[in-house]
């Protein structure tokens, strides 16, 4: 039943694109609920060795070491993470390019010694707006959160923040104007709060304490 689902949109930021390589140097995650309901957020910078940042990475993501000098373990931050799934629910992780971040969070939980809280399954962004171009006869040129985020009119010429909570929720906030928009009729029927003109869901209850990697 979907209402065993929840989902964490997230993001992550790295010194670099090889997991064995390059370290997580930011989370961000929003916990919603099958509807895309928000339960709880949160945002971390983590403590990252300098060696394992590159130079064009430390640039994106404004990578600063004072900044960061009193940043949590890694090991710090997964056991938070795992304190964020909701009890009784299988956590799909869901993002843009969301693989890439499970794939180094699948390896720093191992390394930590700390049980893989997400399920195996992913919800992607990409996917999603795929399908909308092909519906809508609308071609793109990219599958990239900046080209989804800016069809949709939610990006403007700021760009993709690059920082993760703040690109975690550009993603669920695209996210949710594609599932609108591909609504065969009105979402309110189905899932309470989503509009099939695209509007955002109105959260249930308050998210709790706070703060793309531009993926093709």
Request: with cysteine.
């Amino acid at each position: 039943m979907p209402s065993e689902f929840a989902f964490a949109f997230m993001d992550c930021e790295f010194g670099g694109l090889d997991p064995e390589q390059h370290d997580i140097t930011e989370v961000g995650v929003i916990i919603t609920d099958y509807r895309l309901v928000e339960i709880d957020e949160r945002q971390w910078r983590v403590k990252a060795r300098p060696e394992r940042i590159s130079p064009e990475a430390a640039a994106i993501f404004g990578y600063d070491e004072e900044l960061w000098r009193d940043a949590p373990h890694v090991r710090d931050v997964l056991e938070e993470i795992v304190t964020l799934v909701p009890e009784g629910k299988v956590l799909v992780p869901a993002g843009q390019n969301v693989r890439m971040d499970v794939t180094f969070l699948e390896l720093a939980f191992r390394n930590c010694g700390i049980p893989y809280p997400f399920d195996y399954h992913v919800i992607d962004l990409a996917t999603l707006f795929y399908a909308w171009t092909l519906v809508s006869g609308t071609p793109t040129k990219a599958l990239s959160l900046r080209q989804a985020a800016t069809t949709a009119g939610l990006l403007g010429k700021e760009g993709v923040a690059h920082r993760a909570l703040e690109d975690a929720r550009l993603t669920l906030e695209t996210f949710r104007h594609y599932v609108g928009r591909l609504a065969p009729r009105d979402l309110s029927e189905i899932v309470p709060g989503i509009q099939s003109d695209g509007g955002a869901p109105r959260s249930e209850e308050p998210a709790g304490s706070v703060g793309e990697k531009e993926s093709a």
